[in-house]
């Protein structure tokens, strides 16, 4: 329920967005909240994210389902027994954000155009591995809310496609018309067949460039992510759009049976082509 109440938008900078919930527990003298107070048992006090776990993971599992303080992205050892180690692959010359929280709550540290790792105040060190992408232009970036509640970057490096698709209605138009004093004539430049309620939705096809193994749960969240936007260039200049993963399914890939990780994922503009807004 609480969830109904948590509006996500994109955050420029990528301070996870979260909703406070009080619970009282109290009873009463008889069923359903009716009748008298006996007792208020408890208030609780939580911080709502726009998080999920799995089914593995049990009954409500707590963001971000490690020890604190901890970057709110995936780590690339998960496992109890390993101190967690964090890695991002990131175009050359690019900065960027990441989620984080500690025990005074979220926010997120940036990283510059050449650093190759950043170190929280609480000592968690974030590993930034770089890409070189120039073959086929600088990269394309997505941006999705993680299974964490948290905007991450996800980038391909790799070829990238951009497809527009048409919609319209038609109706047979009657054009013969009757002059004073003539037969019934038509013009011939003017369509029988009319067109209207034309609507264009673009696509783009983006292939990830080589990932290591660890990083399939980055393609697994994107996947599951219900808030995905592109940086785009429009006018020279980036923009932020939303887009949704076309993709119903991707197969993992694994060292052993792929040799190198890739992904191809398709996205569509998440509005129309052309505006009609209200």
Partial sequence: MARDYLEIEYQS???????????????YTLKDAQGTIVQTLATIDDVGFEAYGTFLENVNPVVPFRSLP???IPEQNPSPLLTPTFEILVPENEGGKVPYINASGVSSL???????????????????????????GDGLKIIYINKYGAQQDLWFFLKNSKQIARTNEGYKSNIITYPSNSGAIYNQKNAANKVFNTQGKQTHSLSSGYYPEASNQLFEELLLSEHVWLEVFYRGKP????????????????????????????????????NNIR
Avoid: W
């Fill in 13 to 27: 900078n990528y301070v996870p967005q979260t909703i406070d919930i009080e619970t009282d527990i109290t009873t």
């Fill in 70 to 72: 901890t970057y709110l």
């Fill in 239 to 274: 923009a932020i759009v939303p887009v949704k993963v076309i993709n119903s399914s991707i197969q993992f890939k694994t060292q052993i049976n792929d040799r190198l990780i890739q992904y191809t994922m398709e996205f569509e503009e998440a509005f129309d082509y052309i």
């Fill in 110 to 136: 940036s990283y510059t155009s050449s650093a190759t790792s950043i170190l929280s105040g609480d000592g968690v060190i974030l590993r930034i591995k770089r890409a070189n992408c120039s073959k086929y």
